[in-house]
């Protein structure tokens, strides 16, 4: 038996703990590729801003971007959503109120995170200290969805917990091949002799370059890393997986018809993709946009249901009297 | 670090004379024996207590609501010969006190009787005529009290005050002993400390045996005000440990059956208990404050048709009232028919004319506390109060005496306090809780809070207090603890 309130604190932050790791993955990445490309490649840091859809929020601010602005806005920004140091605090805040349900180590782990981001939250705009940084960021939320995944019942909580963490990485997966590979793709006659190296990037910020190799074992192209990181069933950041995770906890809760059909229709989308592109070099940059733009619409979709079916229920409506 | 403690002129917990007490030996040598380490030892429970997350939360700040609970590694002993006594003194208090308030919403003999004037009744701001006529659970109101214990400085434990309504601290008690099992585990193996973990268990049993569907696996709730209480971390950490639900007032709904359900995931789902620790006023907007959000419109209706439990009841503030509290000894003799084991400390009813005359002209050596108050929030002492402050109470008093009682200043007992590396008295109290159920139950020990300000009396975590672990240990039984850099022998 979960409250929905509670229910709703851990789907949140479950969100926020993926966001937090995903960005500091792809700050990772970037800085090493930033590092080893040459300056005539015009790998600038504008893109990175792109890829998490924050942006607009940056150029509020800010007129020039720099490195360190921009590692500095998406790790320790205060004020917009994004941020590392901010999504750590919210899943903190998110998963206090919801301590009752919570294995207590999984909970001192995420104080100890929660401490630590602030401590060292300069360390992660200095290019000698980031790398080290971000490393230990990634490695505290694994060690929390370890934790939590070998000490909390797999019961509705860790369903909501699955489903958030499902559906902020394939957001996540989405708004890098959203924007980053658009820009690639945009950029496929200039015959770059690094787009294999950016498209190894975007493989690495998902931690899919290695399962690549292995799974699909041609050297990296535009199309093969678009199709894996989509279409994969089983990478767990492709966008096909992480349905698939979602389906399987809703599978889990009462209720779940309304959200395993938006999840169904997600899917859809997913397989048509293939037929977008018979010429076998990958969707026009501006075709994958919109075809980024409607997944992105199909999780928001999924994420209303959610909250229409579980977490606002309205009394009146809904009453279901169970025997205790 | 030892050599030259030594206390004001009170009580001290732990030495007199510069040697340990009775049941206070092994702990003593232990702890002298550390030498500097203590300061570690120190350490180690702060980052202990931040890694547990152990927080309370002051009002006043908007931005940074947690802070680390302040801790003082240097445990408060009390020799379970003692401990019995208090124990029973404490039961003793509670029954007369449940006696006191069913009998107040009942037949209201004691007021008949003249035991208590009716004008301390009429002029009381925490009775609920809402509550008169109502019969909770086996005729308990206050299943829950927190009673704060003082020392005077000839050894005498008074009991200071009793909390019926929400009263709090008790998961601090049960956060400190896991720090100091953490800190001092070498020290646990070898002295009988009596364990305190069995809190949650006794009161999920009590909680349990007053629903109204006997026979089910009850659904209990504890109700909370929300993560900017002050006590959020006790009721999250209670829910948990009794495996009951934490709620909030917008987690519950009273349907038409004037039952009360949990929003949940599958749909409405009955709760039966909700050990409630949002105040009286704001547990029903139907009946008490409207402008309440923390409550569930609707509860009292529930309550009064015997449809969900409400522990502690609503309307059992009247009795933690402190007029009221004056009465305690002669509420005792009255129900029980026996003398008070645990004396209250002298009180002055400021609404009394000859009290209060004598309480103005004595301002110096007084405690003035507002009748309806908690927290340590108003209390004047004389023995620090500035002029400003004295004609500032003395108006206060004029103008609204029945709100007003006053004590003579107690001096309350220290315990070697490490502060800033050196160890130094400090003084304190103990709030053990009581669980009034089928089996009374009484905490062994309790939460020591300790004013960290040198000279201060006041104890109160909003206020510059912090707390020690408190150690029940019988010295009949307890071995003479090794010395920490000993191994274990080698045979």
Redesign the interface.
């Known amino acids: 038996?979960?409250?929905?309130?509670?229910?709703e604190s851990v789907y949140w932050a479950a969100r926020y703990l993926e966001r937090a790791e995903a960005t500091a993955r792809l700050v990772h990445v970037h800085t090493e590729l930033f590092l080893d490309l040459p300056k005539a490649a015009g790998i600038g840091w504008t893109p990175l801003l792109a890829l998490t859809g924050s942006g607009e929020a940056f150029r509020d601010r800010h007129h020039e971007v720099s490195e360190e602005q921009v590692v500095d806005f998406l790790a320790t920004g205060a004020d917009h959503d994004g941020a590392i140091v901010a999504s750590i605090a919210r899943a903190h805040?998110n998963l206090?109120?919801t301590?009752?349900?919570l294995p207590?180590e999984a909970?001192?782990v995420l104080?100890?995170l929660h401490?630590w981001v602030n401590q060292t939250r300069n360390q992660a705009v200095d290019r000698r200290t980031r790398l080290a940084w971000t490393n230990q960021l990634i490695r505290q939320c694994q060690l929390l969805s370890g934790l939590l995944e070998g000490t909390m019942s797999h019961d509705?909580a860790y369903a909501?917990l699955e489903i958030g963490r499902g559906l902020e990485r394939a957001d996540m997966t989405t708004r890098i091949l959203d924007v980053q590979a658009g820009i690639l793709l945009g950029q496929r006659d200039d015959v770059s002799a690094y787009a294999d190296l950016t498209w190894m990037g975007v493989l690495r910020s998902l931690s899919a370059h290695q399962m690549f190799r292995r799974t699909v074992g041609s050297s990296v192209s535009g199309p093969a890393a678009l199709r894996f990181l989509l279409r994969d069933p089983q990478l767990p950041r492709s966008v096909e997986r992480c349905l698939i995770e979602i389906s399987r906890a809703l599978l889990e809760?009462?209720?779940h018809h309304q959200p395993m059909a938006a999840c169904a229709a997600i899917q859809q989308l997913l397989e048509r993709a293939d037929h977008d592109s018979p010429d076998g070099e990958g969707p026009t940059a501006t075709a994958l946009h919109e075809y980024s733009n409607r997944l992105q619409d199909g999780f928001a979709a999924l994420h209303e249901l959610l909250v229409a079916t579980?977490f606002q229920?309205k009394?009146s409506t809904?009453?279901?009297?169970?025997p205790? | 670090m030892w050599d030259d403690y030594q206390s004001p002129g009170c009580w001290d917990e732990l030495l007199v004379d510069g040697e340990p007490r009775d049941a206070c030996d092994g702990v003593v040598r232990y702890l002298m024996s550390l030498g500097d380490e203590l300061g570690a030892r120190q350490e180690a429970a702060e980052l202990a207590i931040?890694?547990?997350?152990i927080t309370f939360t002051v009002y006043s700040e908007a931005t940074n609501i947690d802070r680390a609970w302040p801790f003082d590694v240097i445990p408060r002993v009390i020799s379970t010969q003692e401990w019995e006594r208090i124990s029973r003194g404490l039961v003793q208090r509670l029954t007369a006190l449940n006696l006191f308030v069913d009998d107040l919403y009942g037949a209201g003999k004691v007021v008949a009787d003249g035991v208590l004037p009716a004008e301390v009744l009429a002029t009381s701001v925490n009775y609920r005529p809402e509550c008169e006529g109502v019969r909770p659970p086996q005729g308990v109101w206050a299943h829950i009290c927190g009673s704060d214990l003082v020392r005077d400085a000839d050894g005498t434990m008074y009991v200071l005050e009793d909390n019926l309504r929400v009263p709090s601290g008790v998961s601090y008690m049960l956060e400190n002993r896991q720090v100091t099992k953490r800190v001092f585990a070498d020290l646990f193996r070898d002295l009988d400390i009596h364990p305190v973990d069995s809190y949650p268990n006794k009161l999920a049993g009590l909680l349990a045996a007053l629903s109204p569907r006997p026979g089910?696996?009850p659904?209990i709730a504890v109700l909370t005000p929300g993560?900017y209480n002050s006590a959020y971390f006790e009721h999250?950490?209670l829910?948990?440990q009794m495996g009951?639900?934490?709620?909030?007032g917008?987690?519950l709904?009273v349907?038409g059956d004037d039952c009360v359900?949990?929003?949940?995931?599958?749909?409405?789902?009955?709760v039966d208990v909700i050990y409630r620790r949002v105040d009286d006023l704001f547990l029903d907007p139907e009946v008490f404050r409207a402008d309440s959000t923390l409550g569930v419109r609707g509860l009292m209706r529930a309550w009064r048709a015997g449809n969900v439990a409400l522990a502690n009841a609503p309307g059992v503030g009247v009795a933690d009232d402190k007029v009221v509290y004056s009465y305690v000894p002669a509420l005792i003799r009255y129900y029980l028919d026996e003398d008070p084991l645990i004396p209250n400390v002298p009180t002055l009813l400021c609404a009394d004319d000859s009290d209060r005359a004598r309480v103005l002209s004595h301002l110096d050596e007084m405690v003035v506390k507002p009748a309806d108050g908690s927290g340590g929030y108003g209390v004047f002492v004389g023995s620090t109060a500035t002029a400003d402050m004295k004609d500032d109470v003395r108006r206060r008093v004029e103008a609204n005496p029945r709100s007003y009682i006053a004590q003579p200043i107690i001096r309350l007992s220290t315990a070697p306090t490490l502060c800033d590396g050196r160890i130094a008295p400090r003084h304190l109290d103990l709030r053990p809780f009581i669980l009034s159920g089928e089996q009374p139950y009484v905490t062994q020990g309790g939460l020591t809070r300790v004013a960290l300000n040198e000279g201060s009396l006041v104890v109160n975590s909003s206020q510059g207090g912090g707390s020690k672990d408190t150690w029940v240990i019988d010295p009949s039984v307890s071995a003479p603890p090794r010395h920490p850099h000993e191994g274990h022998s080698q045979s």
Do not use: C
């Open positions: 038996m979960l409250l929905s309130r509670v229910a805040a206090r109120v301590q009752a349900i207590i909970w001192e104080n100890e401490y509705d909501f809760l009462s209720r579980y229920m009394p809904s009453t279901v009297l169970l205790v | 931040r890694s547990m997350g089910d696996s659904v993560v999250a950490s829910a948990q009951a639900h934490l709620v909030e917008k987690d709904v349907d359900y949990l929003r949940t995931v599958d749909g409405l789902v009955r």
